[in-house]
Structure formats: structure tokens, C-alpha cells
């Protein structure tokens, strides 16, 4: 069993910060990739960020810049820092992992957070 648990959204005025959390709980021998993503009603979710177990990251061009992923594996967690906000990042930011549950496990299996909402408005 693996569960995903995000906090940290919230309303923040333009051009604010907020630092969201994610953390894996439950039986698993480890983990892969870790990512951010975001969905708005009506719109196909999209990559906002990914970082993989060596700490290699890549940003989606609109938050290049604003926005740092980073990972704790003593943890099993995946931070999102955003900075500069703007309105056009509202959203529902979701974290997923590459996990493999078990020693004897072949492939990875991606799990997701439940989501958390991010409201940047004046």
C-alpha cells in the first residue's frame, strides 16, 4: 500500500511564493522519477516539473525560472518552490513518483497525490 499526500496550496496574491510538499508513506523498496503537474477544469493536465533519483530536473517553459523542484529521499519527498506567482498558475498541482514496491519488482509503478489547489488572485 502507497499513498501520496500533498500540502501546501493555497490563495496567494500575485507575484507571492508557496512551497508544496509531497510525501510517499507505506510499504515500498524505492523510488524513481519524482514530478509536478497541474490541471484546470476542462483542460488536459500538464507537466510542470520532474526530477529523477540523480537530480536531474526539467521545467515546462512557463515556470522555467520561477520555479524550483526539488527532492528529500531520507524523506520520500518531492518540493515544488514557486516564486513570482502569477494567475495564469492557478491550479490543481498534482505530484506523482515512479515507485517500486518491491526488492523483486521488475517495473516501476507511478503513483499520483490526491492534488492540491493553488489560487493566485488579488
Known amino acids: 500500500q502507497v499513498q501520496l499526500v500533498e500540502s501546501g496550496g493555497g490563495l496567494v496574491q500575485p507575484g507571492g511564493s508557496l512551497r508544496l510538499s509531497c510525501a510517499a508513506s507505506?510499504?515500498?523498496?524505492?523510488?524513481?522519477?519524482m514530478g509536478w503537474y497541474r490541471q484546470v477544469p476542462g483542460k488536459e493536465r500538464e507537466l510542470v516539473a520532474t526530477i529523477t533519483p540523480n537530480e536531474f530536473t526539467n521545467y515546462a517553459d512557463s515556470v522555467k525560472g520561477r520555479f524550483t523542484i526539488s527532492r528529500d529521499d531520507a524523506k520520500n519527498t518531492v518540493y515544488l518552490q514557486m516564486n513570482s506567482l502569477k494567475p495564469e498558475d492557478t491550479a490543481a498541482y498534482y505530484c506523482?513518483?515512479?515507485?517500486?514496491?518491491?526488492?523483486?519488482?521488475?517495473?516501476?509503478?507511478?503513483?499520483w497525490g490526491q492534488g492540491t489547489q493553488v489560487t493566485v488572485s488579488s
Open positions: 506523482n513518483m515512479g515507485i517500486r514496491r518491491y526488492f523483486s519488482a521488475v517495473n516501476e509503478y507511478t503513483y
Open positions: 507505506g510499504s515500498f523498496f524505492s523510488i524513481g522519477g
